[in-house]
């Protein structure tokens, strides 16, 4: 069995198989190599079994990272239509649902096969169920200790992924190695997560599970999402609460505008004029679900259920303050076993932007969601996966080869 090769890739993700395919395809000898007996399997369980692979509106600001240019090289050089490409190729097609993202029309395991034969093509090696104890770097050359032996490389590319979903494989492989070779690690923390909630707070929402309405959310640091929201057994969900759950940190609040552009205010005193006669709560049950309807009535500084004809302006304008600044206090989040990503990771500050390269150690690159680079939900971080993945495959220097 070959030990040695030009370019050895940890980890047969999303990012790792996509270098792996590039690399191979400039002629390089290249391994791709996974402890798990599968390769790629959050693609397979992806966007619900149809992978999100990209979204046709990717910048910068779609990624939260503590250098938030960091980002700007790699997605500028390779773009989610390169990526549709590529699908075009291997006859895939998909379809755009919601802001920007796209979905492909057959299921994420032909994404996978896509990335296989890619790599396989180009005369890449795959090396499955292969556990990794130890790197060393010596002379210049990564020795790589393997349950199947020690192999050799000159280039090592990590693209072991981030901490989310330990079950299929997630490790902190990444972080330790960038450690050993001298890279800062900003803590890494669950990410487009389901916020949960303990006391009243949790009742409540039980109580309320599987109700969801349009809001907008905004955590503290982060830009306000306009999306659906979900209550569950634990607390909240859906793609509003996902994409604040990213920015949000222990002991701080959610803001959360129930009446997404619309005001409260001038709708209730267009509803007292044309309907004095309704209820208060009639009219909530007209713009949201019963059950939250009836939920919202016990808030504190809601006005009373009585007919619209007897709201005063103060009524009007408290109602309006209640419904569009719902201030929540999460007690936590539901942690590793269903963040989508891995927010924080290896410091931007120790790699080339344009290469991925250690800029502490030649011939070393960090790939994927193992970088400080998080994106939004709806197709970004796969584009993160691929545009890291390329700029680095482009950038690994041939004649350092085996
Ligand atoms: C349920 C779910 C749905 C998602 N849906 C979408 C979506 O629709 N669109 C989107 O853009 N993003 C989605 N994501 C996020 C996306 O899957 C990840 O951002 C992306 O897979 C990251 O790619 P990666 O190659 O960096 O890491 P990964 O895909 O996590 O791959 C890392 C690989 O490294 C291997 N590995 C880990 N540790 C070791 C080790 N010590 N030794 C050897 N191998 C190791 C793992 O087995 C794995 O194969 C989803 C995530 C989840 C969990």
Not at 267 to 292: C, F, G, M, Q, V
Not at 350 to 355: C, E, I
Request: with cysteine; aromatic share 8%.
């Amino acid at each position: 069995m070959q030990q040695r090769f030009h370019t050895l890739v940890l980890g047969a993700g999303a990012a790792g198989l996509f270098c792996g395919a590039r690399a191979a395809g400039r002629g390089l000898s290249v391994c791709v190599l996974d402890h798990s007996a599968k390769p790629a399997e959050k693609v397979r369980i992806s966007g619900g079994g149809r992978c999100n692979f990209t979204n046709v509106d990717t910048k910068a600001a779609n990624f939260h990272s503590e250098n938030p240019h960091f980002a700007k090289s790699a997605l500028a050089r390779y773009t989610p239509w390169d990526f549709c490409d590529l699908m075009a190729k291997h006859g895939l097609s998909w379809q755009e649902k919601t802001l920007g993202q796209l979905f492909c029309d057959q299921r994420s395991t032909a994404v996978i096969q896509l990335l296989l034969d890619e790599l396989d093509s180009a005369g890449g090696e795959l090396r499955l169920s292969t556990e990794v104890s130890g790197v060393q770097h010596r002379d210049g050359r990564f020795v790589v200790e393997t349950s199947a032996g020690e192999i050799e490389a000159d280039n090592l590319i990590v693209a072991t992924g981030g901490l989310s979903i330990p079950k299929i494989g997630a490790s902190g492989f990444a972080y330790e190695l960038a450690r050993q070779f001298g890279h800062e690690v900003i803590p890494p923390r669950p990410a487009l997560v389901p916020l949960t909630f303990t006391g009243a707070a949790k009742d409540n929402f039980a109580e309320l599970s599987g109700v969801s309405c349009p809001i907008d959310a905004q955590a503290r640091r982060g830009p306000e999402f306009h999306e659906a929201m979900l209550f569950t057994h634990r607390g909240l969900s859906g793609p509003a609460i996902l994409q604040a759950s990213s920015y949000w940190r222990e002991t701080e609040s959610v803001g959360i505008d129930l009446a997404p552009g619309w005001s409260v205010r001038d709708e209730l005193k267009t509803a007292k004029a044309d309907t004095p006669k309704i209820n208060l709560s009639t009219w909530l049950a007209r713009h949201y679900p019963a059950r939250l309807a009836d939920y919202m009535l016990t808030w504190p500084g809601m006005p009373a259920d009585k007919q619209l004809a007897n709201l005063s302006g103060a009524d009007m304008e408290a109602a309006d303050q209640a419904l569009k600044h719902w201030s929540i206090k999460p007690a936590g989040t539901e942690g590793w076993r269903t963040a989508e990503v891995t927010a924080g990771g290896i410091d931007t500050n120790g790699l080339s932007s344009q290469t991925m390269e250690s800029k502490h150690v030649k011939g070393l690159y960090f790939i994927g969601e193992c970088v400080d680079v998080t994106g939004w939900l709806g197709g970004y971080n796969f584009q993160w996966a691929w545009a890291s993945a390329a700029a680095a495959a482009s950038a690994i220097d041939a004649d350092r080869a085996a």
